[in-house]
């Protein structure tokens, strides 16, 4: 199989080395690398693949036969080709004068195929012809054949040469395997698979990605950050209710860890209207999604304060758990054996099976949890039992009586909802599949990302787009085509106020956009108990120790105040349950008591302030 590299040449393709404008190094990385893609091409654009097609079959007006020579290179290259085809490839109307000089010259030939296919081609494939029925001849034909064509079948193959369709088929499959030809679904209307020539594929994939690479107007941080705000539903007109809408809100976040209160004080909370855990508990008990800690903090560390959440079906390429089995201590293994033998089991049935007490087999459940081994099936077993502090348990040194009225160590407080599970490994995904798992992620979540690699294959298989979309982010930007038109959206007129916690992963403000007060200097957000407020994605009021400092930031209009208040006392609305705080009580404005500030009437006649 000849380089990538020389395609062009192979080809005699002019205009090859054009490439918009991109550094020839990052092409020539390219090139290499989509020689190994194992990921199927996306759906061709049907106008571009047959404007390819033409061009290489030579029907287009500038690369038509003009005299015998040029008719006779034009045969060499395609092969064979019907006198209807010949008179589609030649200039002049008098294309038979062309064809009689070049048989009274004996350099082509007359010949018919087994399915009554009558062809002109070079006199030198004679001998390949009459030797059609070995599979070396077959498969010499067929690639010169699919190195000038777009995606075809394997029928229509066998019927123009007259061969079998079971021994087209395994001549195709062979050089597929080989990687000269791609197989896949590229253009509608096939009812079953289409061939197409690597080379070939990659010119088609190029325009396509040409014909993809318009100017397009750059979005300001505040367009960027608005646009995040809608998807990940924290905009009031975007927010979602029920148990589907805690879903479509995790989905975005799957792989993140965040504190544990955090994902319904200020994520769900925010996402979702009313927001109960009960939602959250029902959706892990039916095995829609995991709870578990994608930073792995090793057995004997001290207890993870964060945990992340997946789908159940992402669990496996989300989590790296390598080694983690062989951190634990033995007893706490038996627990884990237990698990993955007798499957989903309640703690006191592990407890009676390990001969460990009720604490001793919730220690090892959170030392599991905490390796990532093993998850509960609710939220509330997590918050119940409280895997920030797990009980601390001394190793038995053999089985004792409690007397009556001996301490028996932490109890807790309330009952652990549901069963335990162990967390099965998945079979490993290639690392192209990976990377192009993760960037789908990254791609929903955000819009954009800097797999390189990943998102260039998936931008030559169509299913991203490649550009500079925001202004202030560095490096190559890919993106969702639909992400792209919501982010053009316009904003309108009396855009409400947005509060979003400073913590919480849709917020770009401090952690990729700097923020800035009236004046200029920068602000450094808490990493804890802040929020921001956002008029059209732009930064309007920083609160900062749960609401008691409030300051004005860069955007800052007087007209803000109304809507500044109410996105605050919205915190105070949702259930209690999802409460970061149970009121909010302002201290100072801009650094002044508050109470000597033209905002305290305000703040007071909406309860926050005293």
């Known amino acids: 199989m000849p380089s990538p590299f020389v395609y062009p040449l192979l080809l005699a393709w002019d205009w090859a080395y054009l490439d918009a404008g991109h550094a020839e190094e990052r092409r020539s990385d390219a090139v290499s690398m989509r020689k190994a893609w194992s990921s199927p091409a996306g759906p061709l654009d049907p106008t571009v693949a047959f404007a390819v097609e033409a061009e290489l079959q030579k029907t287009t007006p500038e690369r038509r036969a003009r005299d015998a020579n040029e008719l006779a290179a034009l045969l060499d290259e395609l092969g064979d080709l ?7 490839r030649v200039a002049t109307d008098d294309y038979r004068s062309l064809l009689d000089a070049l048989a009274a010259e004996r350099r082509v030939v007359q010949v018919d195929f087994p399915g009554g296919h009558h062809a002109w081609m070079d006199a030198t494939e004679l001998e390949t012809f009459r030797a059609m029925p070995s599979a070396a001849a077959v498969e010499r034909v067929l690639l010169r054949a699919l190195r000038t064509r777009g995606p075809v079948t394997a029928a229509t193959l066998g019927q123009r040469y007259g061969v079998p369709a079971d021994g087209i088929t395994s001549v195709l499959e062979a050089l597929t395997a080989r990687g000269v030809l791609r197989r896949g679904e590229f253009l509608a209307g096939a009812e079953t698979p289409q061939y197409v020539h690597v080379a070939v ?54 792989g993140e860890d965040l504190p544990v209160r955090l994902w319904e004080q200020e994520i769900l909370g925010a996402r979702v209207d009313g927001f109960e855990r009960e939602w959250l508990d029902r959706l892990g008990l039916s095995g829609e999604i995991v709870w578990t800690p994608f930073a792995h903090a090793g057995a004997g560390r001290a207890a993870t304060a964060r945990i992340g959440v997946a789908l159940r079906e992402n669990l496996g390429w989300l989590r790296d758990r ?222 900062e120790n749960h609401g008691r400092e409030l300051g004005t930031l860069a955007a800052w209009q007087p007209a803000d105040l109304s809507g500044a208040i109410d996105a605050l006392a919205g915190v105070l609305e949702r259930p209690p349950a999802c409460r970061p705080v149970r009121r909010i009580d302002v201290a100072s404005w801009n650094g002044q008591p508050v109470a000597t500030t033209e905002v305290f009437g305000a703040l007071r006649r909406a309860g926050l302030a005293v």
């Open 82 to 88: 019907t006198e209807a085809e010949i008179a589609a």
């Open 322 to 543: 390598a080694g983690a089995a062989a951190e634990v201590e033995t007893r706490t293994k038996n627990v884990l054996l237990h698990l993955q033998l007798r499957g989903a089991s309640f703690a006191q049935e592990l407890g009676r099976v390990t001969g460990l007490t009720t604490d001793e087999t919730h220690a090892a459940l959170w030392e599991l949890f905490r390796a990532g081994l093993a998850a509960p099936d609710t939220y509330s077993a997590i918050i119940a039992t409280g895997a920030t502090t797990p009980a601390r348990v001394e190793p038995p040194r053999g089985r004792r009586k409690w007397r009556r009225g001996e301490a028996r160590g932490p109890r807790r407080a309330l009952p652990v909802v549901g069963r335990w599970s162990a967390l099965a490994d998945e079979d490993p995904l290639s690392p192209e599949e990976l990377e192009e798992a993760r960037a789908h992620l990254l791609l929903a979540d955000t819009g954009w990302s800097a797999l390189r690699h990943a998102l260039l294959r998936m931008e030559y298989g169509g299913e991203v787009v490649r550009g500079y979309f925001v202004e202030g982010l560095s490096g190559e930007q890919y993106a969702l085509e639909d992400a792209l038109e919501d982010l053009a959206t316009s904003p309108r007129r009396g855009a409400a106020h947005v509060l979003v916690a400073v913590s919480d992963p849709a917020n770009v403000w401090g952690r990729v956009f700097t923020i800035t007060r009236a004046d200029g200097t920068r602000v450094t957000p808490p990493r804890g108990a802040g929020w921001l407020v956002l008029r059209d994605g732009a930064p309007v009021l920083l609160a």
């Open 201 to 254: 594929l990659d010119e088609i994939q190029r325009r396509q990605l040409r014909a993809r690479r318009l100017p397009r107007a750059v979005a300001s941080p505040p367009q960027f950050a608005a646009f995040l705000l809608r998807r990940h539903h924290l905009h009031p007109e975007h927010r979602l209710v029920g148990p589907p809408g805690v879903l479509a809100s995790l989905e975005l976040l799957q």
